[in-house]
């Protein structure tokens, strides 16, 4: 719509062009006349023309008015399903852990009932079988010397079965621990899974989307081109019509200035055969000068025709040139778009690739523990079976009392020395994880002040890295990386612009690399003649941002000619999540805060902005 007005307006000054130049090319008295009927033509096309872009400026504005309402419509609806899908998600997410806790909880219980039961079993049968042998001892009292060496054997076979009694409750009890331990940690691991199954998911369903819209927006642009053709096609076609026309009209008035001169001519040559012999000479001269001026009118006609025909000729190639450069812009944008989408599912699929062979690097390493834990068993379980069979043989050799006690069983503990899981810590230390020059930049700009105090209350904010900027796509998603020529060339800026942050005062960049500790940034608001480059500052991540009560906090902010901004570490801004950034910019990026803190809360006041 804004190239087919721009052609419409270039036409109507072409037009004009050309009706001073016929106003300009007249010499005699007769075509002087003519430039007066050809001025007030000329007066009303210019009228025609001016009312005309009044109307096509009218319906630009309404047709971007509805756009803008479209497309901000189209992201709060992409908003509230994410939320939706999210909180569903994370409700699921928290029953199931819930089960999960209380499943884990009631095996643990059992566990230790029958812990109980067993040593509580060991310690009557022990306390039996010490009467049993008390008893016998008292009755064979007479025997003195047997009754004490049986008395002595008796008293130490009492006090290795509670020592083993001990010790095997005490393995049990490990065991069991271990095995809850174990399968605590099957459970979590098993939870992360299924949420990273349900990420990637709503990521591939939310990818499959925006292709849709994508193609649905190139598929009006593609209708809106052919229509817009189609009309300028139609309005050649009256303005060759109106200069066909026009060229009539003036063939008519040469023809009518013709006979006029021919009648004066007869009414010359009547009065010349009154006054035959005094006029002669004037007469011939007379009719010598009609024939030249009817020799020139022709040409002059000649020439009108001619230039009419060669700027219809120019008009029509121009347009055609116009439409051919556009439809060359489309298909090079279209082929960027397709381009820029499949880099984007091949850096997906390289990820899940390298997370799917971390993976199965980690379970391999967990089999391979496990095997030589397994083999670690058998080996302790195997040594056992040997000191208590040869325990056995030697009480069978020095006791006389039906036999040796039987063996105990091998602790199923695992045994000094092997690896077990640790607990994971309340809460991860993310900020000694993330890369420090990964930042996400929440960005506050100024309006830009054009001309006659005219102030533009929005923006098209992109930020300049180096030698490359960074096109914003949301709170949620990394932003993308384009080279600083192509990010503020032509394509760019007749096309995608801003992207997320079009028509925005605040804006926020997702994963923006420093390549090092600190790096030069400048904002730009991208214009449709020239950019606003504002003041370029040298930043670095702030470690002072932190995540209070839901709520970011950044103690140092960047005040700029022009913008403030934030500069948060992304594992900060990860933790904090896509609705906390979004506050700080709708609060203004204070620039400090105080805080009231008790055992139980804890108290945020923002500072006034500087």
Not at 219 to 230: F, L, N, V, W
Not at 310 to 325: F, I, S
Not at 343 to 365: Q, T, V
Request: charged share 40%; proline share 4%.
């Amino acid at each position: 719509m804004r190239i087919a007005a721009m052609t419409f307006t270039r036409s109507a000054a072409c037009v004009g062009a050309l009706a001073g130049l016929l106003l300009a090319s007249g010499p005699t008295a007769a075509q002087n006349a003519g430039a007066q009927n050809a001025g007030a033509q000329n007066s009303g096309a210019q009228n025609l023309g001016a009312q005309d872009s009044a109307d096509h400026a009218a319906a630009r504005a309404l047709a971007e008015k509805f756009s803008r309402a479209a497309e901000n419509a189209e992201r709060a609806q992409a908003a509230k399903i994410a939320k939706e899908a999210a909180e569903a998600a994370a409700k699921k997410a928290a029953e199931k852990a819930e089960i999960e806790r209380a499943r884990a909880a009631e095996r643990a219980s059992a566990a230790r009932r029958e812990a109980a039961r067993r040593a509580a079993a060991d310690e009557r049968a022990a306390e039996k079988r010490a009467a049993e042998k008390i008893a016998a001892a008292q009755k064979r009292a007479a025997e003195k010397r047997a009754a004490e060496q049986r008395a002595a054997d008796e008293a130490d076979m009492l006090a290795r079965a509670r020592a083993e009694a001990e010790a095997r409750r005490a393995a049990d009890q490990r065991a069991f621990e271990a095995q809850a331990r174990a399968e605590a940690e099957r459970e979590k691991a098993r939870v992360a899974a299924e949420q990273e199954k349900a990420r990637i998911a709503a990521e591939q369903e939310k990818a499959r989307a925006e292709a849709e819209r994508e193609k649905a927006r190139v598929e009006a642009e593609r209708e809106k081109a052919k229509i817009a053709a189609e009309q300028e096609k139609a309005r050649l076609a009256a303005e060759q019509e109106k200069a066909q026309a026009e060229a009539e009209r003036e063939k008519a008035r040469v023809a009518a200035e013709r006979e006029k001169a021919r009648a004066a001519a007869e009414r010359e040559r009547a009065e010349a055969e009154r006054e035959k012999a005094r006029v002669e000479a004037e007469r011939k001269k007379a009719r010598a000068e009609a024939a030249r001026l009817a020799k020139e009118a022709e040409e002059h006609r000649q020439e009108i025709e001619a230039r009419a025909e060669e700027a219809r000729r120019a008009e029509a190639a121009r347009l055609a040139r116009e439409v051919e450069e556009k439809r060359k812009a489309e298909d090079a944008q279209r082929a960027e778009a397709e381009r820029l989408a499949k880099e984007s599912e091949e850096k997906r699929l390289a990820e899940e690739r390298i997370k799917a062979e971390e993976k199965r690097r980690a379970d391999a390493a967990r089999a391979e523990l496990e095997a030589r834990r397994m083999e670690e068993a058998r080996r302790i379980a195997e040594k056992f079976r040997l000191a208590r069979e040869a325990r056995e043989r030697e009480r069978k050799t020095r006791s006389s009392l039906g036999g040796p006690v039987p063996p105990p069983e091998p602790p199923h503990a695992p045994p000094a020395g092997v690896w077990t899981a640790a607990p994971n810590d309340a809460r991860d230390d993310l900020r000694s994880r993330g890369l420090p020059t990964r930042v996400t930049v929440l960005l506050v700009m100024e309006p830009r002040r054009l001309r006659f105090g005219y102030v533009r209350k929005w923006a098209h904010p992109v930020l300049c890295v180096g030698a490359g900027c960074y096109i914003s796509t949301g709170a949620e998603n990394p932003a993308d990386y384009m080279p600083r020529r192509q990010a503020l060339g032509p394509v760019n800026t007749i096309g995608r612009r801003a992207g997320a942050c079009r028509r925005q005062l605040v804006c926020i960049f997702r994963d923006v690399d420093l390549y090092g500790k600190s790096a030069a940034i400048q904002p730009v608001d991208m214009g449709f003649w020239h950019h606003d480059r504002r003041e370029t500052r040298t930043v670095e991540a702030d470690r002072t941002c932190d995540v209070v009560a839901g709520q970011l906090y950044c103690a140092k902010p960047i005040v700029a000619r022009g913008y403030r901004a934030w500069i948060v570490p992304e594992s900060v801004a990860v933790e904090a999540g896509p609705e906390a950034l979004e506050d700080a910019l709708d609060d203004g990026l204070p620039a400090a805060r105080s805080v009231e803190r008790d055992d139980w809360w804890a108290n945020v006041h923002d500072l006034p902005t500087r």
